[in-house]
């Protein structure tokens, strides 16, 4: 299982980003996928879900309006548009999916740094 980040950077407040995960190893279309992200002396916190077909999405209140998570079944590759970008929102993005049924498989990538700042 491989999961590539790509798509962080440096950006100016109110801001837009676009972040990819490219995955490899398991049958894609068939999991949900989630963003996550941490910042320096934070816990990792969800940021958005996705389910396999893409008609579900879920974000906790914080991201709700600003945030988009999106997929492309065809290319194995799940998609976070980020709008009005702010400072708080600085940290490492993580794409993550759970390859468990009862207990939890959970696979990482290996990040994507985000910083907003002028």
């Known amino acids: 299982v491989q999961l590539v980040e790509s798509g962080g950077g440096l950006v100016q407040p109110g801001g837009s980003l676009r972040l990819s995960c490219a995955a490899s190893?398991?049958?894609?279309?068939?999991?949900?996928m989630r963003w996550y992200r941490q910042a320096p002396g934070k816990e990792r916190e969800l940021v958005a879900v996705i389910s396999s077909t893409g008609t579900i999405r879920n974000y906790p209140d914080s991201m709700k309006g600003r945030f988009t998570i999106s997929r492309d079944n065809a290319k194995d590759t799940v998609y976070l548009e980020m709008n009005s970008l702010k400072a708080e929102d600085t940290a490492v993005y993580y794409c993550?999916?759970?390859?468990?049924?009862?207990?939890?498989?959970?696979?990482w990538g290996q990040g994507t740094q985000v910083t907003v700042s002028s």
């Open positions: 190893g398991f049958s894609f279309s068939n999991y949900a």
């Open positions: 993550n999916v759970n390859l468990g049924a009862v207990v939890r498989l959970d696979y």
